[in-house]
T-cell receptor
């Protein structure tokens, strides 16, 4: 079975500061890893994904994440936060067996961006 | 191209009532999923479908039933609603070639009193 742990349910950063959202995974086989973003009163939108290609993955809106097998981590970063980044972020893991991909989500991290 | 749509957006039910949530996708995706989102618990998979006429249980299936009579639609039913089913429900879909890339609908907020 696979699982993800997101450290910190709330993170607050100043506009222009570095964003770092932490995600650690547990999986018995090489996983596929994802970050989703949820803006208020909306569904989830895929931010970026790792599917065993390059370990540094770039996504939309300037976000990126690095897969570190030795640390079982997939932390999300952005060099400079913008007010529009305020949202809830979910890390997810999947074992893609070629059939329906059942995502296991973390509990989410709410990002607040202050002036 | 509307993507994934869900109806209704909001609903209030009394304990014991029944209802059906409708999910529709126009991307010709083979796979469809129903999740529930509760505070501090992330999203949990209720049921999913790998194709028309097929359904399977997810992590938290009790109290729910689903049907996929048409490829583009996935229905979630609550036969006898309970307060524990108060939640936000999300539908998602994905293609068989990129099964891991799921597209989500805007959600249905359900309150059971």
């Amino acid at each position: 079975a696979q699982s993800v742990t997101q450290l910190g349910s709330h993170v607050s950063v100043s506009e222009g500061a570095l964003v770092l959202l932490r995600c650690n995974y547990s999986s018995s086989v090489p996983p596929y890893l994802f970050w989703y973003v949820q803006y208020p009163n909306q569904g989830l939108q895929l931010l970026l994904k790792y599917t065993s290609a390059a370990t540094l993955v770039k996504g939309i809106n300037g976000f990126e994440a690095e897969f570190k097998k030795s640390e079982t981590s997939f932390h999300l970063t952005k060099p400079s936060a913008h007010m529009s980044d305020a949202a809830e972020y979910f890390c997810a893991v999947s074992l893609n067996t070629g059939t329906a991909s059942k995502l296991t989500f973390g509990t989410g991290t709410r990002l607040q961006v202050t002036l | 191209n509307a993507g994934v749509t869900q109806t209704p957006k909001f609903r209030v039910l009394k304990t014991g009532q029944s209802m059906t949530l409708l999910c529709a996708q126009d991307m010709n995706h083979e796979y469809m999923y129903w999740y529930r989102q509760d505070p501090g618990m992330g999203l949990r998979l209720i049921h999913y479908s790998v194709g028309e006429g097929t359904t399977a249980k997810g992590e938290v299936p009790d109290g729910y039933n689903v049907s996929r009579l048409k490829k583009q639609n996935f229905l979630l039913g609550l036969e006898s609603a309970a307060p524990s089913q108060t939640s936000v429900y999300f539908c998602a879909s994905s293609s068989w070639t990129r099964a891991y890339e799921q597209y989500f609908g805007p959600g249905t907020r359900l309150t059971v009193t």
